[in-house]
């Protein structure tokens, strides 16, 4: 089955900085990779995702490049607020088959003032 | 708010009883998946249920089941409870399991969160 690492496990930023989190998957089939916020007790939310058909994806500060040959992709998140201060999942699946998200282990970001 | 509803909040129970944990999908979705978050788990998916038929399972314990019913709505069944088995439930929901669309985006609920004592 699917396998997704995720680092780091855990990033501080200084407010306006950027943010990079690295995942890499094993099967080579999946074709969708979303990511998502999770603040403390909250539910995950999806920020951003992309399909194996696009390198690239950008919405406002928030980007997402994937490396199919690598099977690798990252979250790029620029002029970071303390908002942002967040638990963020990387996942991975194969659409049409069942649609199951493999998540990674998470990234502590947090955004210091 | 993502349209998903989870019910209870909370529950806290003791070891070995059973409990049945409710989720109801966004308007117009028919595929719904749970997950289990716990602190050495992360988070990890159970079994999705598509139109009244599971349609995938993951690594669910036999003492777990679930169902969908005809109103879409899903329950999440966990019996003879252990301490391990004390996480946050998570049910979400796509309008299809996936066809490469946005049409099979999953969408949380807030979670119940199960403490077993």
């Known amino acids: 089955g699917e396998n997704v690492e995720q680092h780091p496990s855990t990033l501080s930023v200084q407010e306006g900085d950027s943010a990079v989190i690295k995942c890499t998957y094993s099967d080579s089939a999946s074709n969708y990779f979303p990511w998502y916020k999770q603040e403390l007790g909250k539910r995950p939310q999806l920020i951003i995702d992309i399909r194996s058909n696009v390198g690239e994806k950008k919405d406002q500060r928030i980007a997402v490049t994937l490396n199919k040959t690598a099977k690798h992709f990252s979250l790029h998140i620029t002029e970071t607020q303390p908002e942002d201060s967040a638990v963020y999942f990387c996942?991975?699946?194969?659409?049409?088959?069942?649609?199951?998200?493999?998540f990674g282990t998470g990234t502590q970001l947090k955004v210091e003032l | 708010d993502s349209g998903v509803t989870q019910t209870p909040k909370h529950l806290i129970t003791a070891t070995g009883q059973r409990v049945t944990l409710r989720c109801s999908p966004r308007?117009?979705?028919?595929?719904v998946y749970w997950y289990q978050q716990s602190l050495d788990q992360g988070l990890q998916f159970l079994i999705q249920y598509y139109n009244g038929e599971e349609r995938a399972k993951g690594n669910i314990l036999e003492r777990f089941s679930a169902q969908q019913f005809p109103d879409l709505h899903s329950e999440l069944n966990l019996s003879s409870l252990e301490l391990g088995d004390s996480a946050l439930y998570f049910c979400a929901s796509s309008v299809d399991p996936g066809d490469g669309s946005r049409r099979d985006t999953q969408y949380f609920g807030p979670g119940t969160r199960l403490t077993v004592l």
């Open positions: 996942a991975a699946t194969l659409t049409g088959g069942g649609n199951k998200l493999t």
């Open positions: 308007s117009g979705d028919l595929s």
